[in-house]
């Protein structure tokens, strides 16, 4: 992957232009290896939830291996972010005191800091802890995965069309809902009696409702009488719209991003085309 070769008149600006390339999406060396980082540590998460059972069939030095590579990655992290903090004031938004509690303020920078400074001090202050809190710090490691919304332009992809849909999505989710509770409620009248552990209460219906209206359709609750059936296949139709409303919603907040972007890169490509001294 090739470095970045402009000329900085200090080293700060040099690192953060390293740590933040101009090129949104743009991948050096540096973000190459994060990105590597991230997934190999998720996949050593998934091997250790499975070398630490009694049962497992892992053979037993895979479990220090994989603590050993967190060890690595937590303080390769623990390096990134006091760089990429020592290296914001380049940043004009970030200068100053005020600008860098701006920049600890970040949904982007906290999940940064959870990704590697819980486990970090365990490391440093509670090597010995074990238990359900070590099981509970492991699960923050899940907060890496926003790291990649830096360097991987998919994810960046994917949180502009959400935004762009959050409107819509919740008129969605506020009609699931009350279709979710009517549909409890119906079952809850028409076969509360007949059935009461699984609709003798609304809160008890609202799992087959949820099950039902999904699509999902386990099978380990149903309606017995034919008013319970007839209405149960009322919100297996209606479920189809459940599932189909916010699909259609994301596909076309995907398709306006795309077309959006692709918008942008023409222009800005045809208007480096026409700068005197370009290439034709």
């Known amino acids: 992957m090739p470095l ?14 390293w740590l933040e390339p101009d090129q949104p999406g743009g991948i050096n060396f540096f973000s190459g290896t994060i990105i590597t980082l991230v997934i190999i540590s998720l996949i050593t998460l998934a091997l250790e939830t499975e070398a630490a059972r009694g049962d497992t069939a892992l053979d037993a ?3 220090p291996l994989v603590a050993q590579i967190n060890f690595f ?7 990134e972010f006091a760089l990429r903090f020592w290296s914001e004031g380049e940043n004009p938004e970030h200068k100053g005191v005020l600008g ?5 303020m970040q949904p982007v920078t906290i999940a940064d800091v959870l990704a590697f400074l819980p486990e970090l001090i365990v490391i440093l202050f509670f090597p010995s802890l074990a238990g359900g809190w ?9 907060f890496r995965l926003f790291k990649l919304a830096r360097y991987v332009p ?11 849909a959050w409107a819509p999505l919740m008129a969605a989710m506020c009609v699931a809902a009350a279709q979710l509770y009517i549909a409890a409620m119906m079952l809850y009248f028409i076969e509360g009696e007949e059935k009461p552990e699984a609709f003798g209460s609304i809160i008890r219906s609202l799992w087959w409702a949820i099950v039902t209206l999904t699509t999902v359709g386990y099978g380990d609750v149903y309606p017995e009488t034919a008013l319970g059936r007839i209405a149960a296949g009322l919100v297996a139709l209606a479920g189809i719209g459940i599932v189909a409303m916010p699909t ?7 398709a306006e991003e795309f077309r959006e972007r692709h918008e942008r890169a ?14 034709s």
């Open 154 to 164: 998919a994810f960046a992809i994917v949180g502009a069309a959400v935004t762009r």
């Open 100 to 104: 860098r509690l701006k920049f600890l």
């Open 73 to 79: 990655v937590v303080w390769v992290f623990a390096a």
């Open 134 to 142: 070590l099981a509970a710090l492991r699960a923050l490691r899940l």
């Open 266 to 279: 023409k222009l800005a490509h045809d208007a480096k085309q026409k700068r005197p001294g370009s290439e």
């Open 4 to 17: 970045i070769k402009r000329k900085h008149a200090t080293a700060k600006a040099y690192v953060h232009d």
């Open 61 to 63: 030095w895979v479990r």
């Open 248 to 254: 259609g919603i994301l596909a076309s907040a995907f």
